[in-house]
C-alpha cells in the first residue's frame, strides 16, 4: 500500500516537472526557428538601385558588387 500512497503524493509534482521541460523545449525550439528565420531575412533586405539598369552579369551573379 505504500507504493500507490507514494504515487499519488508524488504525481502532480512529476507532472509538473515533465510539462516544465517540455515547455522549455519548445521555447528552446521557437528560438533557434527564429534566430535562422532572422538570418534568412537580413539576406533579403538588399534593394535594387532604380537608376541601375539591370544587366545579365548581375542577374547570373547577384552577390558581385
Do not use: W
Not at 6 to 13: E, F, G, L, V
Not at 14 to 43: D, F, H, S, T, W
Not at 44 to 63: C, M, Q, R, Y
Request: charged fraction near 45%; glycine fraction near 4%.
Amino acid at each position: 500500500m505504500g507504493i500507490h500512497y507514494d504515487y499519488k503524493s508524488t504525481k502532480s509534482a512529476k507532472l509538473m516537472e515533465k510539462q516544465a521541460k517540455r515547455e522549455k523545449k519548445l521555447a528552446e525550439k521557437k528560438a533557434k526557428r527564429l534566430a535562422k528565420e532572422g538570418v534568412k531575412k537580413n539576406n533579403e533586405d538588399k534593394v535594387l538601385d532604380a537608376s541601375k539598369p539591370i544587366t545579365l552579369d548581375f542577374l547570373t551573379n547577384p552577390n558581385k558588387e
